[in-house]
């Protein structure tokens, strides 16, 4: 059994990386129309999944909906906040996201994943120090009158 995910947890980390609250009831995110809101925002709901466990549904809502589910689920799933999101659970409409915390698995398989994913960059970046540096080690050497010999 997981952790219990809280909805005022989770709304808390939204709405400080910048989203709205709309507050909407269950009934008005019911209806299924993302878009007829006016301003862009999220609204929030208990659940219990398959297992039994307590997580949230988090929609999305406003003339861009769809960008706003992007924003909830990057910011719910950076390291600090340790949530996992999904998309593709049962009973959940194209605007809505199932949200949980995340295994120790699946943290570790980000934190993997987010090193593969930088390792040609930190190889670029180790590659030009090494030739800034043997470039200023024969410079110093010049300048000392020790010029190589070859």
Not at 33 to 40: M, N, V
Not at 55 to 70: E, K, N, S
């Amino acid at each position: 059994m997981s952790r219990t995910t809280r909805l005022r947890t989770i709304a808390r980390h939204l709405t400080s990386g910048g989203l709205t609250d709309l507050k909407l009831t269950e009934a008005e995110q019911n209806e299924g129309r993302p878009g007829r809101h006016t301003s862009d925002g999220f609204a929030l709901r208990q659940h219990h999944d398959e297992a039994g466990d307590l997580v949230v549904i988090a929609g999305a809502y406003g003339p861009d909906w769809f960008a706003t589910m992007r924003e909830i689920r990057h910011r719910l799933e950076q390291p600090y906040v340790k949530c996992t999101v999904l998309s593709e659970a049962p009973g959940l409409d194209d605007h809505e996201l199932l949200v949980r915390w995340a295994t120790s698995a699946e943290l570790q398989s980000r934190k993997r994943a987010q090193v593969q994913a930088r390792a040609p960059l930190v190889a670029l970046l180790r590659q030009q120090e090494a030739a800034a540096k043997a470039a200023a080690d024969r410079q110093a050497l010049e300048e000392a009158g020790q010029s190589g010999l070859w």
